[in-house]
């Protein structure tokens, strides 16, 4: 397909795991290199060194302020990319860079970490660690649509990707406790236990019907508060799930019914 | 639409006497899973197992017709289910999940389909969504003050509890029946229900509850392609008798008034969340709106 749209893998100091979540969608992600997006720019499966012009630019891990190269070329990432996505809780949050002191080899020196969007302007966040591969393929599918669909298309992609685009606003910081500042504190929490279902961590329990955070456990991806029913509900799109649903995976080339 | 999009309602019970004899009334979830589990529909259910402290629901994946029996009946307090969903993915190795919650956890379960941020592999593994009635939950220390306080029953000595007809029930192992108007439960509500939207689990497969039905039927909505292609199979199957909606009193209406007054109430409470506080100016200070 001639019209596809050119997608970026920019790695800053992640572990590479939001990658794997991309490549576990399998047969998946040939269908969207195929179909959907040509991969410019990815240091660990494709052989061009610089930072080129590209569409979508999927944003992995924090940038260490210490490092030149890294600040540069998150710089040039916001320059050359029209969608700058922090792909997981490292670009989003910090997350476990978040804990860093320095003192490490080979780089003693580097030791603080910030989550890109304390660099530059961020237009989406996926957080989570990683973010599932599910939610990394509904959110190409997407953007492919928001660019190259028809007009339906484009507002269904606006929709979808608005929560996503409102969290990138909310904030760069990100923990368990957003469970009881901004769900529980708020008189909103009804006990459903997505939160504990989503922590990569194991880092939530439910008692009594309500979260209980081991803040010590707690790794700062911002999956928890992401997953919440009660952070965002957007009725819009969550209601026609069945129709979305259906449409991503014929979008995926799997048969409907 | 506060009813959500189903393309059949009707009045139903389980066929099989072993289920109704603890079932809260028809025993639709309960039939409907083991009826899934056999056919393989699904390799097992989320479903609010007993828990540690009598009326104490624990979240439990059940993969066995026992396992099923064990969860009947409702219990008034919060029994997060949800909590299991990757879990069941991951531990118990199920490919084909069944759950059932309520409105707000089947909520949490679409949303996490569509935007799966820290559900790995969990979207393509949901088989069957059973959403429940409600209008509201209380906390367990809550149930535990309207039982044991206002009810004069002990946690222990109840064998089954009841919303309906504007009461709270309790019925005793020795066959004394408490009740109290429905009005004094109302300050013992989990807070975090007064913002729901949300009355018959507009979002699942099938959903169900006594409104609407005659005691001991369940009111039935069948919504997606995967629940009429369900309960198509359990009624070919036997499992369950029926009547049609119009033909039974109370009917749809009773369910369209409650819901109607459930979300009336309840958006009232959302706006004035957007003009709880004060700022210095004169202005409003809100509160945070999970909607937009």
């Given amino acids: 397909m001639a019209n596809k749209i050119t997608v970026g893998h920019v790695h800053m100091s992640g572990c590479t795991g939001c990658l794997v979540s991309l490549a576990d969608n399998y047969e998946g992600l040939f269908k969207i290199l195929d179909d959907y997006a040509d991969l410019v720019y990815a240091l660990t499966l494709v052989d061009v060194r610089h930072v080129p012009e590209m569409d979508v630019a999927l944003v992995e891990g924090s940038v260490c302020i210490q490092d030149e190269t890294a600040v540069e070329e998150i710089r040039e990432t916001r320059k050359k990319a029209k969608v700058v996505v922090a792909l997981g809780g490292c670009a989003s949050y910090g997350n476990i860079t978040r804990f860093c002191r320095g003192g490490q080899w080979n780089q003693p020196q580097h030791e603080s970490y910030l989550p890109i969007g304390d660099l530059i302007d961020v237009d989406v966040v996926l957080p989570g660690c990683p973010p599932g591969a599910q939610a990394i393929r509904n959110t190409c599918v997407m953007a492919y649509l928001l660019l190259r669909g028809t007009d339906e298309q484009k507002a269904l992609a606006a929709a979808y990707l608005t929560p996503l685009m409102n969290l990138a606003k909310r904030g760069t910081e990100a923990c368990g406790c957003d469970l009881m500042i901004d769900v529980i504190n708020q008189g909103l929490c009804m006990g459903c236990g997505t939160c504990a279902a989503s922590c990569p961590v194991r880092a939530i329990s439910m008692a009594y019907g309500k979260p209980a955070i081991d803040r010590d456990m707690c790794i700062k991806c911002g999956a928890c508060y992401a997953q919440c029913p009660r952070s965002f509900f957007n009725f819009d799109v969550i209601n026609e799930f069945e129709s979305i649903t259906e449409l991503i995976g014929a979008a995926m080339g799997q048969g409907g019914e | ?292």
């Fill in chain 2, 1 to 292: 639409m506060v009813l959500g999009n189903y393309k059949k309602a009707v009045a139903a019970r389980s066929t099989d006497s072993g289920i109704l004899s603890a079932s809260q009334d028809g025993g639709i979830v309960t039939q409907l899973f083991a009826f899934a589990l056999d056919e393989g529909i699904i390799d097992g259910a989320i479903v609010a197992g007993p828990g540690a402290e009598p009326w104490l629901p624990e979240p439990v994946v059940a993969t066995t017709r026992a396992e099923l029996l064990a969860a009947r009946g409702t219990r008034y307090t919060i029994s997060p289910n949800m909590a299991l969903i990757k879990e069941a993915t991951r531990s118990y190795g199920l490919d084909k999940v069944g759950i059932v919650g309520t409105p707000c956890q089947i909520q949490g379960l679409r949303k996490a389909q569509l935007y799966p941020l820290g559900m790995r592999d969990v979207p393509d593994k949901i088989a069957l969504a059973i959403g429940i009635f409600c209008m509201e939950n209380f906390p367990y220390q809550g149930l535990e003050t309207m039982v044991e306080d206002h009810c004069n029953v002990k946690m222990e000595s109840a064998v089954k509890m009841d919303i309906g007809k504007g009461k709270f029930s309790v019925y005793t192992e020795r066959g004394a029946l408490a009740q109290i108007p429905l009005k004094l439960t109302h300050k013992y509500e989990q807070p975090g229900c007064h913002v729901c939207l949300d009355y018959v689990s507009n979002l699942a497969d099938v959903s169900t509850g006594s409104v609407g039905s005659p005691d001991g039927w369940s009111t039935v909505f069948v919504r997606t392609k995967v629940g009429d292609g369900v309960w198509a199979k359990a009624l070919a199957a036997g499992c369950f008798e029926t009547k049609p909606i119009e033909e039974v009193k109370p009917g749809l209406d009773l369910v369209t008034k409650l819901a109607t007054e459930k979300i009336t109430k309840n958006q009232k409470t959302v706006e004035a969340r957007a003009s709880f506080g004060l700022k210095a100016d004169g202005s409003a200070k809100a509160l945070r709106n999970p909607y937009l």
